[in-house]
């Protein structure tokens, strides 16, 4: 059968027989498969994680005839690794593992059979390893060993499971997912009271460091300070935590916001992160004699998320942030 992947793939069906659970791929696509050099296997993502690569993928990536096909093909790989010249080099857990081939439904509702994609570097270091210990090898097994080379080289300069990410987008999946993790341990849905959390002495060095007139105990402030405090502050937090606190804490029909960002931070993982950053950013204030001084320090021991940095950012004057 096809699997649509432009080439030969073998595929379960549904009344296989009892040959263990099926799993669901949630990432991959037949015409996005790993590829090195002039060499494509078609892989997927699986609802639990695993990174899988499609068993007839597998043997046409090193060039082994898939022959009669038994237990979705996974008798061709098993003779194959079990060879006189091979066995001795292949590890009993990566053996174990290719006698039992996962089931999976593929996102387009095909029932294939695979292995999870860090059995083929082993298998790829096993061919590898028996071609230098028996120059004399099977004279059939000599493009297999040059298919098994290059593609060792492929996983030595980007791990399998980086290639199966990029190749199923599950990487930007990944992303977002971690983004989620930590947006959940540093904002709460549930405002926190109103508590004094930048002491004076950040305001008092803010404003010598930009020029602007200090008067003790007064919170009127420039307009735009709040921007500063944005860069310096949440920018640097952690990734993502500021656009959060902006969704989170509208403006009112004013421009202002009612609360202070501070206040939708997790009380175990936000405040006290909040807390330690801002030390650290008054020490650096502290010694630095300049704005120049302080953003080099800043961007060199507290980098910001995005992509793009300024050494010594400029600023709309118009109020927004927590200042």
Request: proline share 6%.
């Amino acid at each position: 059968m096809r699997d649509g992947s432009g080439g030969s793939a073998i595929v379960a069906s549904d009344d296989d027989g009892d040959k263990g659970p099926v799993l669901q791929a949630t990432h991959g696509a037949p015409d996005h498969p790993l590829r090195i050099g002039d060499i494509s296997i078609p892989c997927y993502v699986l609802e639990d994680g695993r990174r899988v690569v499609v068993l007839a993928g597998m043997l046409g990536a090193l060039n082994i005839a898939q022959g009669t096909a038994g237990r979705g093909g996974g008798n061709r790989l098993t003779k194959f690794i079990s060879s006189k010249s091979l066995s001795p080099f292949v590890p009993d857990h990566v053996a174990e593992r290719i006698k039992a081939p996962l089931r999976f439904r593929t996102p387009m509702k095909q029932m294939a059979y695979g292995y999870e994609a860090t059995i083929l570097p082993d298998i790829c270091d096993a061919i590898v390893e028996a071609s230098k210990e028996n120059e004399k090898l099977n004279y059939q097994l000599r493009h297999i060993v040059v298919r098994a080379q290059i593609l060792q080289a492929g996983f030595a300069r980007i791990g399998i499971i980086a290639l199966v990410d990029e190749a199923t987008g599950y990487q930007e999946y990944r992303a977002r997912e971690a983004l989620e993790e930590i947006l959940q341990r540093f904002i709460s849905d549930e405002l926190m009271k109103w508590v004094k959390t930048f002491p004076d002495e950040f305001y008092k060095h803010l404003f010598r460091l930009y020029d602007w007139k200090y008067l003790q105990g007064s919170s009127r402030r420039p307009g735009f300070a709040g921007r500063v405090t944005n860069d310096i502050i949440y920018e640097r937090l952690a990734p993502g935590v500021l656009d959060e606190l902006r969704r989170q804490t509208p403006k009112d029909q004013r421009g202002r916001r009612r609360h202070k960002y501070f206040q939708r931070l997790t009380v175990d993982v936000g405040h006290p992160k909040l807390r330690e950053h801002l030390s650290s950013v008054i020490t650096l204030m502290r010694v630095s004699p300049t704005r120049r001084r302080f953003y080099s320090l800043l961007n060199r021991a507290l980098p910001r998320y995005d992509a793009t940095m300024s050494m010594f950012p400029d600023y709309e004057e118009e109020p927004d942030g927590d200042s």
